[in-house]
């Protein structure tokens, strides 16, 4: 089976397919400090039978990745393993001024966002994380950018913090937007707040959008992030809610990098050698436009 793995700001997500269906999924604390022996102890705890012939990973916790490689060097040498970095193909231009910022986790949810729900016109992943980020993604599946805000957990945590009378509260829905204590009015301007950010945000994005696209269908919105179900109840511009949006791309990517490659080797012959060599270099995607070279290295910061 492959193995998935997103490792996040403040959670890494595993996740196993079976014959391209996501079958099972994990999800645990990142720790940055973790070594290589530690998160092969904890993976194979999650994993207990399960058999594993393949590794798709994205982070944007570089002491993470660095450990994960070293991980995989010990434990897993011997399976394919794709890493969402320079010259791996992922098929999504990046229409950025500088496509280095641009972190591993939203390119892999654009492909997957394109692909299951840009089939008629744009879209937008709201990913509900350590940040709240708006990725915006054209009709051909190009990545244009987006916007980025403090997430849910750490705004609480900042208030909180700064505020000698406010604390912390658990992060479920109010009675009423009308708080008639502390509690339900922190909750109140944390859940509704932010479902009022999103909602801002989306509704310019889309005006733009229509600008750009005013011959494409209507712009699809996906939420996605460990903090979405807080929001997507209460939005008002969130169209679908898939929660293994990440998961679901690297598997789309894996497949792109080692599937296919395995499938040209069965086709080809000894005479195609040239012609095998030259298609299986890294690149990032044929048929992007000639005017915007496109870079899918992922940010080394927070996304």
Not at 172 to 178: D, G, L, T, W
Not at 186 to 207: C, K, M
Not at 284 to 290: A, F, I, K, M
Request: include cysteine; charged fraction near 25%.
């Amino acid at each position: 089976m492959l193995l998935a793995i997103d490792v996040g700001n403040t959670n890494t997500v595993l996740g196993a397919f079976d014959n391209g269906q996501l079958i099972r999924s994990w999800r645990v604390k990142t720790d940055p400090r973790d070594t290589a022996d530690e998160l092969w102890l904890q993976y194979r705890s999650l994993l207990d039978e399960i058999d594993i012939d393949g590794l798709s990973i994205c982070s944007t916790v570089p002491a993470s990745l660095r450990e994960i490689r070293q991980m995989i060097s010990i434990y897993f040498s011997d399976i394919p393993v794709v890493i969402v970095e320079p010259g791996i193909k992922t098929g999504v231009p990046l229409l950025v001024d500088n496509p280095k910022e641009i972190g591993a986790d939203r390119i892999v949810n654009t492909l997957a966002a394109h692909t299951l729900f840009g089939s008629t016109g744009p879209c937008i992943v709201v990913d509900f994380g350590t940040s709240t980020n708006l990725d915006v993604i054209s009709p051909r599946g190009e990545f244009l950018g987006g916007a980025l805000a403090p997430g849910i957990e750490i705004s609480v945590d900042a208030l909180a913090a700064r505020a000698a009378q406010l604390r912390k509260v658990e992060l479920v829905k109010p009675k009423s937007v009308i708080g008639k204590n502390t509690v339900e009015a922190l909750q109140s301007g944390t859940i509704y707040g932010f479902a009022g950010q999103v909602d801002g945000l989306v509704t310019r994005i889309i005006e733009e959008l229509e600008l750009l696209y005013p011959e494409t269908g209507a712009t699809t919105v996906v939420a996605t992030g460990g903090l979405a179900p807080l929001v997507v109840g209460i939005s008002e511009t969130i169209d679908s809610h898939e929660p293994d949006l990440t998961l679901l791309g690297l598997g789309m990517i894996f497949d792109r990098n080692v599937v296919s490659n395995q499938d040209s080797d069965d086709e080809s012959n000894p005479d195609d050698a040239e012609n095998l060599e030259r298609d299986t270099e890294p690149n990032l995607e044929r048929d992007t436009e000639p005017q915007r070279e496109p870079d899918t290295e992922p940010a080394r910061g927070d996304e």
